[in-house]
């Protein structure tokens, strides 16, 4: 039984097709942004795909990236096939639907890296309590134990420093000093103004205010 509608032409058949495609693409590309969307906090890895203005786009796989001016660090090179590591930001409304923001400047990259190349942090038996980084520059990393006998810094550091220089590698170079958390504040000052010998901590906890010496 014939049950082609009349004036169905080519045309029409063409049109038809293009609408089905688009819902079919739409579908897709909403299923792909769910899924994205349960990576978010997480690290992953992409290649530069092209550039427009001062926003890169990054190929993902199933997705394409965004990584903005502001998640950029500022003397970083980008190329095009280029494959770099970045920190999954949020998902954002973008100007052709939702888009996957990507930073290459948010501490949290530094402790995404870490966690890949640190089993202690993938146990729970290391945490990183506390990340301050001037992306590009340096960055200082506060760890804490919860395994008697497990040695947070030297965890992060590994043998011969090869996991702390691991990341280093994915930051360009970035200098990193990791340091021993503490729950005393005049000892985890100390501690995070190492190389420093000696230091002197007095605290004024009713201003929140350290003077050092």
């Known amino acids: 039984e014939d049950v082609t509608p009349p004036g169905f032409a080519r045309i029409a058949a063409s049109v038809a097709k293009q ?12 299923a792909i942004m769910e899924e994205y969307e349960t990576k978010i906090g997480t690290v992953i890895s992409g290649s530069i795909q092209r550039q427009e203005g001062n926003t890169y786009f990054i190929d993902l ?14 003397d970083d090179v980008y190329v095009p096939h280029q494959r770099l590591k970045f920190f999954i ?4 409304e973008g100007r052709s639907g939702p888009e996957v923001v990507l930073s290459r400047s948010d501490a949290e990259l530094v402790k995404g890296l870490f966690a890949l190349e640190v089993p202690e942090i993938q146990t729970g038996n ?12 340096s960055t200082k ?3 804490l134990s919860s395994q008697d006998g497990v040695d947070a810094v030297g965890s992060l550091v590994g043998q011969k420093g090869v996991r702390v220089q691991a990341v280093m ?3 360009g170079d970035e200098k990193i000093d990791i340091i021993a958390f503490s729950e005393d504040s005049a000892r985890f000052i100390a501690a995070a103004l190492s190389p420093a010998k000696n230091v002197q901590v007095n605290l004024d906890k009713e201003n929140q205010v350290a003077k050092v010496k």
């Open 19 to 30: 609408v089905i495609m688009q819902r079919l693409y739409e579908a897709e590309k909403g």
């Open 61 to 74: 796989g199933r997705a394409e990236g965004v990584l903005p001016p502001q998640e950029q660090v500022r």
């Open 141 to 143: 990393v506060a760890a």
């Open 89 to 92: 930001k949020e998902i954002r």
């Open 169 to 171: 590698q994915e930051l």
């Open 126 to 137: 290391v945490e990183i309590k506390v990340i301050a980084r001037e992306a590009g520059a």
